[in-house]
């Protein structure tokens, strides 16, 4: 009887730590961080006016590194990208920060309108992983923001103004690299009403 026992606990210990022993452990020695390339925003976007009017924007044709694509307040924004990484790519996020100065009233705090990305996870091809995502939804900029005043703790409305600002993506890897600074990229916001009187002039 001892010796079955000494072969039954033989059978069922031997191989777990042999396999246990071979087993990989999954480590992430690199600092390479993840890269974004080809982003536009809301690019073929178009507007339909009550005059029968057609006004598109930001047209996929135009591949100058240097444009501005415009956003248009108070409507979705819309995001196509490419992501890559060596190692495994893991989520994104986007933020289009706003500063006093593009506030009305104004003082010296920031709002921050932040999206999480679709899903990024790829597979991996030529040891590189590679996603593209297409128009991928993000979130709406508002007209006017609800803020707290840092002092009072009081809450009021403000509204943003027209202009440049920066929208950046920060992108990060199964390693946990992250890099929210890298990326960033000049928009301008406007309104429909600008949009119209710009282009009829």
Wanted: proline residues 2%.
């Amino acid at each position: 009887m001892r010796n079955f026992c000494l072969i039954l606990i033989s059978i069922i210990i031997v191989p777990s730590i042999w396999f246990s022993s071979c087993a990989k452990s999954e480590t992430y020695d690199t600092d390479d961080k993840p890269v974004v390339s080809d982003v536009r925003f809301n690019f073929n976007d178009s507007l339909m006016y009550a005059d029968g009017t057609l006004i598109k924007l930001n047209d996929s044709a135009n591949t100058n590194p240097d444009r501005i694509d415009t956003l248009i307040l108070g409507k979705m924004v819309y995001l196509t990208a490419r992501f890559q990484d060596n190692v495994g790519l893991s989520s994104y996020r986007v933020k289009l920060v706003i500063d006093s100065s593009r506030l009305t009233p104004t003082n010296d705090s920031l709002l921050s309108f932040y999206s999480l990305g679709a899903d990024i996870y790829s597979s991996n091809k030529h040891k590189i992983y590679d996603t593209v995502i297409q128009k991928n939804t993000l979130i709406t900029i508002p007209t006017y923001a609800l803020r707290t005043n840092k002092e009072t703790q009081l809450k009021d409305t403000v509204a943003i103004y027209q202009g440049d600002y920066i929208m950046q993506i920060a992108c990060g890897n199964i390693a946990g690299n992250r890099d929210s600074t890298s990326f960033s990229y000049r928009v301008k916001l406007l309104t429909r009403d600008s949009i119209y009187t710009i282009r009829k002039k």
